[in-house]
């Protein structure tokens, strides 16, 4: 009994470690074992890096980008290079390569438009976010675009009541575009800063329903030419290597901005983060690592290769 109250406490989790913890063994950790005190790149550690990566989801492009890149630096290097630490400042400069100012307006209200396939995450994304704006001193409001399912804009009304952020809403099967419109005017009129609308998840591979959000974006451009002055795209971690397709098809129907990856926590395929930054070129906004309203954190390439490569 006094052995638990004399028990020294543990220090804190940081949050990234802790959701990264199934990537960190599957690729983190076995990236470290790998390199140990190996200080040249030779074909056997060149074959052995490249199964890892790619079967960690990194993709057999990006895993060519980054072995070709290792090579060429290991080679400048002196001969008793730090491996792990070159390839360390290698992900840290791919993840914050496509890194691109957010397109809020300097007045006004700055729409959100949150977009992605089924059940990736978006409706609870729109309520971490607007929790979070709102902490931040923003005011918010919630548009209820997923006009597909009654319980769609009941579950985003449950989160405005937990939250206190309003949402604009109107009943099931009413035209999504009509809603984030009105959802925007009332935004203006009122000085909202952020409008955060949620959309139905859509299969990236049905073209008239991608159609629909690009009739989404040239509806509200009529009353802003610059909105939607973000648009991002939600992403399950989880679905590895299928993201990056979904991100394809996503970007054709509208000029997607940034990236949400979720579920973070319960994946071993964080590895696709990677892919995503090096090939897609648009920058993570923000990840996903749990089902909590606190657990969304804004992406940061350092901090992300520190919680992967557990140092
Ligand atoms: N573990 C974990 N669960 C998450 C995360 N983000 C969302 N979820 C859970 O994923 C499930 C689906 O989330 P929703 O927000 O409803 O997904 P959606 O994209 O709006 O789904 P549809 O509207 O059906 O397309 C819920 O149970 C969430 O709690 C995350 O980062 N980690
Ligand atoms: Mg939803």
Known sequence: MFANIFRRKKPPIAPWQQGLSKTRRHLGDRLAALFGNRARLDAALAAELESLL???DVGLPTTERLLENL?????????????MGLFRDMLIDLLAAPSAPLRWPADGTGLLLLVGVNGVGKTTS?????????GGGKSVLLAAGDTFRAAAIEQLQIWGRRIQVPVVAQGAGADSASVIFDALQAARARGVDRLIADTAGRLHNKGHLLDELGKIVRVVRKLDARAPHEIWLVLDAATGQNALNQAREFCRAVPVTGLVLNRLDGTAKGGV?????SELRLPVRFVGLGEGLDDLAEFNPAQFVAALLGS
């Not at 090579?71 to 491996?83: H, I, M, N, P």
């Not at 729109?126 to 709102?134: D, I, P, V, W």
């Not at 983060?273 to 930054?277: G, R, V």
């Open 273 to 277: 983060l990677l892919a995503l930054a």
């Open 71 to 83: 090579k060429k630096r290991a080679s400048t290097e002196r001969a008793d290079a730090d491996l």
């Open 54 to 56: 790619l079967a960690a």
């Open 126 to 134: 729109a309520a971490k976010l607007a929790h979070r704006f709102k």
